[in-house]
């Protein structure tokens, strides 16, 4: 049987029992009244999903911090991670709107002020990077800044991040020093080029390398299946010194090397 992440997007956005369809609709009408010509080379209803995803992307990190063309891509790219999502651990799956599940220590919890579409859009502006566009070098800093984020002030820092020799892309992560590991999301691997989504790997993070990641909880209690978490692990292994700085909404991690 063919897997649904192989099926062609026409396939996905007609088949009647699929609860995603509308989202493979909508991926198909950005494709074709949105994304320029040069854009859409390789990409039509005959195109799979997993294709698709991959396509787009690729395109997307080999573009310009400011480039407008982003936001088209985005449109189309969002929806393919709600799908892909939706397939792989349960859906319907709005990334969008989606409020975070309820965990198993209340206070500890990800509030709602911070989801996955925060971090391609107001996210991106605010640290001037592209989220998940290519990084412009790996090597390692003295010391990098970051913000605090919405009411619940959240320390969002962007590190570059490679997967064996692959290209290295901008990740954003939320600085949790209660994490004893370090997490992507799954849109972050797929970002590294991972056709299935690892539940653990070894990348180079901010020029230390191996370093030792996992996926990020996506099961029912998971908090924040869609955010990547720079942990404890990562902080104390390579000796950070972590800076909050309330009144200018900054956060900064220092390297003493």
């Not at 009244?33 to 999903?49: M, V, W």
């Not at 900064?252 to 090397?257: D, G, V, Y």
Request: glycine share 8%; net charge negative.
């Amino acid at each position: 049987m063919e897997s649904p992440t192989q099926m062609s997007l026409r396939s996905l956005a007609e088949h009647p029992g699929f609860p995603l369809a509308s989202r493979a609709a909508r991926v198909l009408e950005v494709i074709s009244n949105q994304l320029p010509e040069a854009l859409r080379g390789g990409l039509g209803p005959d195109t799979s999903l997993e294709e698709s995803l991959r396509r787009l992307t690729i395109r997307r990190s080999a573009m310009p911090d400011k480039d407008p063309l982003l936001t088209c891509l985005d449109a189309a790219i969002i929806p393919l991670v709600e799908i892909q999502r939706g397939i792989m651990f349960g859906g319907p799956y709005d990334i969008s709107s989606e409020p975070a599940p309820p965990s198993p220590h209340p206070n500890q919890g990800l509030p709602n002020d911070l989801t996955e579409a925060n971090l391609y859009a107001a996210v991106s502006d605010m640290l001037e990077k592209r989220y998940l566009s290519e990084a412009d070098n790996i090597s390692v800093q003295e010391e990098v800044k970051g913000i605090l984020w919405g009411p619940g002030y959240r320390p969002l820092i962007c590190l570059p991040v490679q997967l064996r020799a692959g290209k290295a892309i901008n990740v954003f992560l939320l600085v949790d020093t209660g994490a004893p590991v370090t997490e992507l999301s799954p849109s972050v691997f797929t970002a590294l080029g991972c056709d299935n989504i690892p539940m653990a790997a070894s990348v180079n993070l901010a020029g230390f390398s191996p370093t030792h990641v996992r996926l990020c909880d996506q099961g029912e209690h998971g908090n924040h299946r869609d955010i990547s978490i720079l942990g404890a692990d990562f902080l104390a292994r390579n000796k950070c010194v972590l800076e909050v700085n309330y009144p200018l909404m900054t956060v900064t991690i220092r390297f003493q090397m």
